[in-house]
């Protein structure tokens, strides 16, 4: 069992870099050999010092969620920048797309005529810097338009004086129990029938982007011509329950003490009580989730509520129940989230801190 190291004061996310080296080189190995090109998506670390560990892995540019984001990473000198969100873009986020266009290659995303055209209305003689992907719906039913639709939305945005470079999806319905496979077969036929149609159009499309964490080695190359994966650097709680990642894969997991401790009765069950809750843990629970996260050292364990300080964990009759004071290792249900509520991350190797790296682009929320 690995143990918290003395330097942390608890709760604390804590990233070991050994483990997250491993992930890096996995997926960038995994995606490579499938002809394919990496983005990964970083609003999932927020961290610069990750960036540049994926990309000297051999990623092509970033993923972002928001022009913040955008241009926090193109501060730290990230040149190729994807903002994979249906943007409506007004006089203020036009000026900064300008200004964004200058300094590096960037992308963003589109799923209606009307945001088309109010984007290149805004960007003005700018409208030509800027690449734009029309957001195409796989079936997770969020944003994006049905394939047959992609013609209309991409020939607004050429109209608008916009670059169109091609068609995006996220399969986001690729995180259930059993749904991975379908969801990357779902998104490859939706992908390829949007991508068939603007070319039929005379549209020349260069970029076919898709590929969620769990379904990101399950894309092949044909269609597709990169994949967005985030989770995979840090792995969480869902991705375990979806089989998509194994315990050894989890590289961030949250330090925390146990402050209350109860050997349960006939009414009430076995249990410990965490010092970490909803305010670094995050509150996601998706509906087929057996917990809001799970202890790295006690597997049968499950967190059976979550307070903004409180963790309550649940554990079998016949399981060791951890001791008043003794220190365990949380995995969140959703990384994302517990990354996006702390102002930097502990990392450590071989049992021992050896940096802290600052949640850079944490707030950036526009």
């Given at each position: 069992?690995?143990?918290?190291?003395?330097?942390?004061?608890?709760?604390?996310?804590m990233?070991?870099?050994?483990?997250l080296?491993?992930?890096?080189?996995?997926?960038?190995?995994?995606?490579?050999?499938?002809?394919?090109?990496?983005?990964?998506?970083?609003?999932?670390?927020?961290?610069?010092?990750?960036?540049?560990?994926?990309l000297?892995?051999g990623?092509?540019?970033?993923?972002?969620?928001?022009?913040?984001?955008?241009e926090?990473?193109?501060?730290?000198?990230?040149?190729?920048?994807?903002?994979?969100?249906?943007?409506?873009?007004?006089?203020?986020?036009?000026?900064?797309?300008?200004?964004?266009?200058?300094?590096?290659?960037?992308?963003?995303?589109?799923?209606?005529?009307?945001?088309?055209?109010?984007?290149?209305?805004?960007?003005?003689?700018?409208?030509?810097?800027?690449?734009?992907?029309?957001?195409?719906?796989?079936?997770?039913?969020?944003?994006?338009?049905?394939?047959?639709?992609?013609?209309?939305?991409?020939?607004?945005?050429?109209?608008?004086?916009?670059?169109?470079?091609?068609?995006?999806?996220?399969?986001?319905?690729?995180?259930?129990?059993?749904?991975?496979?379908?969801a990357?077969?779902?998104?490859?036929?939706?992908?390829?029938?949007?991508?068939?149609?603007?070319?039929?159009?005379?549209?020349?499309?260069?970029?076919?982007?898709?590929?969620?964490?769990?379904?990101?080695?399950?894309?092949?190359?044909?269609?597709?011509?990169?994949?967005?994966?985030?989770?995979?650097?840090?792995?969480?709680?869902?991705?375990?329950?979806?089989?998509?990642?194994?315990?050894?894969?989890?590289?961030?997991?949250?330090?925390?003490?146990?402050?209350?401790?109860h050997?349960?009765?006939?009414?009430?069950?076995?249990?410990?009580?965490?010092?970490?809750?909803?305010?670094?843990?995050?509150?996601?629970?998706?509906?087929?989730?057996?917990?809001?996260?799970?202890?790295?050292?006690?597997p049968d364990?499950?967190?059976?509520?979550?307070?903004?300080?409180?963790?309550?964990?649940?554990?079998?009759?016949?399981?060791?129940?951890?001791?008043?004071?003794?220190?365990?290792?949380?995995?969140?249900?959703?990384?994302?989230?517990?990354?996006?509520?702390?102002?930097?991350?502990?990392?450590?190797?071989?049992?021992?801190?050896?940096?802290?790296?600052?949640?850079a682009?944490?707030?950036?929320?526009?």
């Amino acid at each position: 069992m690995t143990t918290v190291p003395h330097e942390i004061d608890t709760p604390e996310i804590m990233v070991d870099r050994e483990i997250l080296a491993r992930n890096i080189a996995r997926m960038a190995e995994g995606v490579a050999a499938k002809g394919l090109a990496l983005r990964p998506h970083a609003k999932t670390h927020k961290i610069p010092e990750i960036a540049e560990l994926q990309l000297a892995a051999g990623a092509v540019g970033l993923t972002v969620a928001t022009i913040g984001e955008a241009e926090l990473f193109a501060d730290r000198g990230v040149t190729d920048l994807f903002i994979a969100y249906p943007l409506w873009v007004g006089p203020r986020q036009a000026e900064r797309l300008r200004r964004l266009a200058g300094r590096a290659r960037i992308a963003v995303g589109t799923d209606s005529a009307e945001a088309a055209r109010a984007m290149g209305a805004a960007l003005g003689e700018a409208a030509g810097t800027i690449e734009v992907l029309v957001e195409i719906d796989s079936g997770h039913h969020r944003s994006g338009v049905a394939p047959a639709q992609a013609v209309e939305v991409a020939r607004a945005a050429a109209d608008a004086g916009l670059r169109v470079a091609g068609v995006f999806t996220f399969p986001g319905h690729s995180y259930a129990p059993g749904m991975p496979t379908e969801a990357a077969a779902q998104e490859q036929r939706a992908l390829g029938e949007a991508a068939r149609l603007l070319a039929d159009a005379g549209l020349e499309i260069t970029r076919v982007s898709g590929g969620s964490t769990p379904s990101a080695l399950l894309t092949e190359a044909g269609t597709t011509t990169e994949v967005r994966p985030g989770v995979y650097v840090f792995g969480d709680a869902q991705q375990l329950e979806l089989g998509r990642c194994a315990l050894e894969d989890i590289a961030l997991t949250v330090a925390a003490t146990v402050v209350s401790r109860h050997e349960g009765d006939s009414v009430v069950p076995r249990r410990i009580v965490l010092d970490a809750g909803s305010k670094v843990l995050g509150g996601d629970r998706p509906a087929w989730a057996t917990g809001f996260g799970r202890l790295m050292d006690f597997p049968d364990a499950r967190i059976t509520g979550l307070s903004e300080h409180h963790a309550t964990v649940v554990f079998p009759e016949d399981a060791h129940l951890p001791a008043l004071g003794e220190r365990v290792r949380v995995i969140p249900n959703h990384v994302c989230v517990a990354v996006n509520l702390v102002d930097e991350v502990a990392v450590v190797t071989g049992g021992r801190v050896v940096d802290r790296w600052r949640v850079a682009a944490r707030g950036m929320n526009r």
